[in-house]
């Protein structure tokens, strides 16, 4: 069997499966309904029945349009998604940022370095206080590892712009509350 030949056999298999059969007159190329002798717009004879193949495809794509939009717009509509999960990323998170509400009356500092790791501290207070660890994005959190307490804290993040962060304190066994922590970036 020829390529010509299996193309033709699959081509009639879905005209058959789908009742694509669609017949053109060979004369002005107009359609023409499936059991007509003479061509309804330029009045000549058909004669023996003729399959237009391009014909058949372009019905069978035109039959599948609404499949194919749908299935388009699902895969644009999760492209979007992605890109929007994407911009509560390391990136934007990468920087200095300043608690809003003070901490003991001191300036609570968290700086997030690109490498993974951070450091917070208070700043303008009386005592020394500060922890350094790793951090990481999951799932829309912020994950803190501390390194000298062998412990993570978890923070659902609510909002991340350029200028702002609003985290939730994920509660632990070592801190059951779950409160907001505001903050904005400091400027250099």
Request: proline share 1%.
């Amino acid at each position: 069997m020829f390529l010509n030949e299996k193309v033709r056999v699959i081509i009639i298999k879905l005209k058959v499966k789908y009742s694509l059969i669609i017949m053109y007159c060979k004369f002005c190329g107009k359609e023409i309904a499936d059991n007509s002798k003479f061509c309804q717009y330029c009045g000549k004879s058909v004669g023996k029945r003729t399959i237009n193949y391009v014909g058949l495809i372009k019905s069978f794509y035109d039959s599948h349009k609404k499949a194919t939009t749908v299935v388009l717009i699902l895969f644009v509509c999760v492209s979007i998604g992605w890109i929007w999960y994407s911009n509560i990323s390391s990136v934007k998170i990468v920087g200095e940022w300043e608690n809003v509400d003070k901490f003991l009356g001191c300036t609570d500092v968290d700086v997030y370095y690109a490498d993974g790791t951070y450091k917070s501290f208070l700043d303008d207070c009386d005592f020394e206080s500060l922890h350094m660890g790793s951090w990481e994005i999951r799932d829309g959190f912020l994950i803190k590892h501390f390194d000298e307490l062998k412990e993570i804290e978890r923070y659902e993040i609510l909002k991340l712009t350029s200028e702002e962060l609003v985290l939730r304190y994920v509660p632990s066994k070592y801190c059951p509350s779950a409160n907001e922590h505001h903050y904005k970036r400091r400027k250099d």
